[in-house]
C-alpha cells in the first residue's frame, strides 16, 4: 500500500517532443504529489508538485496531471529539451502528518535526442 | 525553495575507518530530517527519519549501530558511517522537512570505502 509505481524506466525523446511519465499509487492517504528531477551525481531537486484536490497544475514546460480515481498522476514535459535529460522520480507522501518521508517511484531516465 | 546542504559532496576513506556526513538547513528549521541511500541507476532509499531531540527511527534492515544518525539541533544532523567497508560505498542523501511543509534535498554525498 505504500508502493508508488514508475513507468517507463527509461525513456527517449527527440528535441521539441513531450516526455510523458506516468505514476501510480495504492494508499488513498497520501496528500502530496512531487516530481523530482535528479541529474547524475546530484541530489534530487523538487521539479513540480500537486495536491489531490487539483487534477492538473501546469509551471512552465512541466505538467502534472492528477487522476484521484484511478490513482495516476503524471509528468508531462513539453518541447522537451537536451538540457532535461536527467532522472525523474515521482513520489508520493503525507503532508498532512509532520514527519513523514517521501516514498518514491524507481524513476525514470529520460534521454532527449537532439 | 528551502536550502539544504550537505557536506562533503565527496569522501573517499579506508575500510574500518568511520566517516560523518553532515546535513544543514540553511534557512529554516528542520523539525525532521530524512537519510537516504542511492545505488546507480536506482532510487532513494530511505534509511531513517530523525526528529529533532530524540533518536533515529531507523527502517527495516538498516543497521543503527553502523549508521548513527544525530540530530542534536533543529538546522544539523549527521550520519556516521561506523567501520565501514566497501559495501557501504554508495550515494547518501540528506532531506529536511519544517513541521508539514515539503521536504527539501541536500546534494548528496559520494562515499567511496577502499
Known amino acids: 500500500q505504500q508502493q508508488v509505481k514508475q513507468s517507463p524506466q527509461s525513456l527517449i525523446v527527440q528535441k521539441g517532443g513531450i516526455s510523458i511519465i506516468n505514476c501510480a499509487y495504492e494508499?488513498?492517504?497520501?496528500?502530496?504529489f512531487p516530481w523530482y528531477q535528479q541529474f547524475p551525481g546530484k541530489g534530487p531537486a523538487l521539479l513540480i508538485a500537486?495536491?489531490?484536490?487539483?487534477s492538473e497544475k501546469k509551471e512552465g514546460r512541466f505538467t502534472i496531471s492528477f487522476n484521484k480515481s484511478a490513482k495516476q498522476f503524471s509528468l508531462h514535459i513539453m518541447d522537451s529539451q537536451p538540457g532535461d535529460s536527467a532522472t525523474y522520480f515521482c513520489?508520493?507522501?503525507?503532508?498532512?502528518?509532520?514527519?513523514?518521508?517521501?516514498?518514491f517511484g524507481k524513476g525514470t531516465t529520460l534521454s532527449v535526442s537532439s | 525553495g528551502a536550502v539544504v546542504s550537505q557536506h562533503p559532496s565527496r569522501v573517499i576513506c579506508k575500510s574500518g575507518t568511520s566517516v560523518k556526513i553532515e546535513c544543514r538547513s540553511l534557512?529554516?528549521?528542520?523539525?525532521?530530517m530524512f537519510w537516504y541511500r542511492q545505488f546507480p541507476k536506482q532510487s532513494l532509499m530511505l534509511m531513517a527519519t530523525?526528529?529533532?531531540?530524540?533518536?533515529?527511527?531507523?527502517e527495516q534492515g538498516v543497521e543503527k549501530d553502523k549508521f548513527l544518525i544525530n540530530h542534536a539541533s533543529l538546522t544539523l544532523s549527521t550520519l556516521t558511517v561506523t567501520s565501514a567497508h566497501p559495501e557501504d560505498s554508495s550515494f547518501y542523501i540528506c532531506?529536511?522537512?519544517?513541521?508539514?511543509?515539503?521536504?527539501?534535498f541536500g546534494q548528496g554525498t559520494r562515499l567511496t570505502v577502499v
Open positions: 530523525s526528529n529533532e531531540g530524540s533518536k533515529a527511527t531507523y
Open positions: 500537486i495536491r489531490p484536490d487539483v
Open positions: 494508499n488513498t492517504a497520501f496528500d502530496y
Open positions: 513520489a508520493a507522501s503525507f503532508l498532512n502528518q509532520a514527519g513523514t518521508a517521501l516514498i
Open positions: 534557512d529554516f528549521q528542520a523539525t525532521t
Open positions: 532531506s529536511a522537512r519544517s513541521g508539514h511543509l515539503e521536504a527539501f
